[in-house]
């Protein structure tokens, strides 16, 4: 029989989760290693699209992650004035087109799929290839998000792009909220979703610098003042959720030819990390963990590298140049309050 190869996971976000969840333990040994694993569950709700979805279905958690998912009857995209652009209601049989998932119950999904084989360590990575010649790793996977510590170790010159854009997320407490709007304007962007404490809202607005390290207070503060103006509904909820807010600077990852080197690969966020408003970070690293785990099943952990990459690369690479073109065209003065 076979010897089981040994995989180096780094990262137990979502991508990392997923491909320890994906991998089989029977031609696989997985090693996964997270700094801070209580990090994992942080966040509010998760939109998932098909691609997504379908990757929970191969995984094995389609079904758990659809019983905790929030259902969703419309969505409307508005003019920060709040008249619409564009409605969207649910597919045909009342099938949603989009879910929301919490965060938590995600990777609490996920968490139960991770076969118990699996080998779980809590460290700082600075050496990956060091951790992998010490763990007896045949190859290694960089899941360990914008900042990673693989990719930055691997390539020269790939720190993240620090970006002018501020992103904020929190719960809105109260009745169940059913529908999904988004409003654009000049400047900025807001919505409200459905979220498991009633709602959830996110908000993205340039900053007065490029910064690093992000105040909450004085993020929550430049968001109400650049939406002032907007619609009653915004406001509505930016009172509502006083000062209860994550902020932090959206950073992106860099261009990468390639997110293959001698025995290592990089997914997700570490690979192609975008702007927040494309609502497709956790469906990407979703399908690269399946796609990875697929490759390894087929190629072995030596051919996987290079498959994966055909079959994934240049996607993550487009979506991840095409977030913040998007974010300033839905930031532009074109949908502002007053616009044509």
């Known amino acids: 029989m076979r010897a089981r190869e040994h995989v180096l996971v780094v990262g137990g976000g979502i991508a990392g989760l997923a491909l320890a969840a ?44 659809r019983r905790t998912s929030l259902p969703v009857t419309r969505g409307a995209l508005r003019r920060s004035d709040g008249r619409p652009i564009h409605e969207l209601r649910s597919a045909g049989h009342g099938a949603p087109r989009l879910w929301f998932v919490p965060r938590p119950d995600l990777v609490v999904a996920l968490e139960a799929a991770i076969p118990p084989s699996v080998t779980r360590l809590t460290e700082l990575v600075t050496d990956p290839r060091a951790l992998a010649s010490s763990t007896g790793a ?7 998000g914008v900042r990673s510590a693989v990719r930055q170790h691997t390539w020269a010159g790939s720190a993240p ?15 169940p909220v059913t529908t999904a709007t988004e409003w654009w304007g000049r400047g900025g962007l807001f919505g409200v979703t459905p979220g498991p404490q009633g709602a959830a809202w996110f908000a ?48 992106l990852a860099p261009p990468l030819r390639t997110p293959v080197d001698d025995a290592l690969v990089v997914i997700g966020d570490a690979a192609h990390a ?21 490759a390894v099943h087929r190629h072995g952990t030596k051919g996987a590298p290079r498959a994966f990459a055909r079959r994934r690369h240049l996607r993550g690479q487009v979506l991840r140049a095409a977030s913040l073109p998007a974010l300033r065209v839905a930031t532009s003065r074109l949908w502002g309050a007053g616009a044509a």
Do not use: Y
């Open 204 to 251: 993205a607005v340039r900053g007065d610098h490029r910064g690093v390290k992000v105040d909450r207070d004085d993020a929550v503060a430049l968001v109400r003042g650049r939406l002032a103006n907007w619609d009653r509904r915004v406001g509505e909820v930016l009172a509502a959720v006083g000062d209860a807010a994550d902020a932090q600077r959206v950073l």
């Open 138 to 144: 045949d190859l290694v996977v960089g899941a360990d």
């Open 274 to 294: 975008m702007g927040p408003n494309l609502g497709r970070g956790a469906n990407e690293a979703l399908a690269d963990a399946v796609a990875l785990a697929d």
């Open 161 to 175: 792009v620090v970006t002018d854009w501020i992103a904020l997320r929190g719960h809105l407490p109260g009745p």
């Open 22 to 65: 994906a991998l089989d333990p029977r031609r696989v040994h997985v090693t996964l290693v997270e700094e801070r694993p209580e990090r994992a569950g942080a966040g509010t709700v998760l939109a998932l699209w098909r691609g997504g979805r379908d990757a929970l279905d191969a995984i094995g958690v389609g079904e758990s992650t």
